[in-house]
């Protein structure tokens, strides 16, 4: 009984991962193949998703979206994480400054998340969005969260191995300690054509009031753009990093 009750959370919550920006709709076919269960499972668990308001049907086309429960709460998470509105002005600067794109974004399990963005004008395609998930190893935002955690937390996180984005992605353990050490002495995290292969992003950790890592911030953009200006790229996400935590320990 209560592993058929678990089974059932885990591919309701399953569920409504597989919702992204780029498939914000989905028929009851797509759900069961993306989950790999029944469609009548399917059918059952979206009924039951659907009557606490976290998917809604679209009759018209018979296809499901997210539901008004999950912007509830979404809210209450934005919350937790400080007041992002007023981090924006930070990002907003180190955006103008740059001229590429900024990101705060959190750890989750092995994947880093995005919360907040700011576009640059070139509107490249970073598939950073927000609310997107990323394999953390891969991304200069990861990277800057991994580096805090316990040999024990990394080794935990990467027990199934690897996931690579491209060619240029870690792949081992001891490969992921080096990059994670390198950064913690510099104070920065570089990944470099390890998301896609056209991309540098540079990141830096944001600290809590207790000295603890909540959040990075980061910069990505074209790298025949970022290359020439490292320096001043590094300088400004280390320089706002450094403001971001010192208006957290102070607000």
């Known amino acids: 009984m209560t592993r058929t009750k678990n089974s059932s959370l885990t591919n309701a919550l399953r569920i409504l991962k597989s919702f992204s920006v780029d498939d914000i709709e989905l028929t009851l076919d797509d759900i069961a193949e993306q989950i790999a269960i029944s469609k009548s499972t399917a059918c059952r668990l979206v009924q039951t998703l659907e009557s606490e308001g976290f998917i809604t049907q679209n009759t018209r086309y018979n296809t499901y979206a997210l539901g008004s429960s ?24 180190l955006t103008k400054v740059t001229g590429e794109s900024s990101h705060i974004a959190v750890l989750q399990g092995n994947e880093v998340i995005y919360l907040k963005k700011e576009d640059n004008e070139h509107r490249v395609q970073l598939r ?14 990861g990277l800057a969260l991994l ?52 991309v540098l992003s540079i990141g830096a950790p ?34 706002t990093s450094i403001e971001i935590s010192d208006f957290i320990k102070q607000s």
Do not use: W
Not at 70 to 93: A, G, H, P, R, V
Not at 224 to 232: A, E, G, I, N, S
């Open 147 to 198: 580096g805090y955690l316990s040999d024990e937390e990394i080794e935990m996180l990467y027990k199934d191995g690897f996931h690579q984005e491209t060619a240029y992605s870690i792949s081992s353990i001891t490969q992921l300690n080096k990059r994670l050490e390198e950064g913690r002495k510099q104070g920065y995290f570089i990944s470099d054509k390890e998301m896609v292969e056209n």
């Open 206 to 239: 944001l600290f809590n009031k207790d000295g603890e890592v909540f959040a990075s911030i980061s910069v990505a953009g074209l790298r025949q753009r970022m290359r020439p200006q490292m320096k001043k790229i590094i300088d400004q996400v280390i320089k």
């Open 128 to 141: 950073s969005h927000i609310g997107r998930r990323n394999p953390a190893h891969c991304t200069a935002s």
């Open 70 to 93: 999950i912007l509830s709460l979404s809210n209450t998470l934005l919350e937790q994480f400080y007041s992002l509105k007023d981090m924006t002005s930070f990002l907003k600067n």
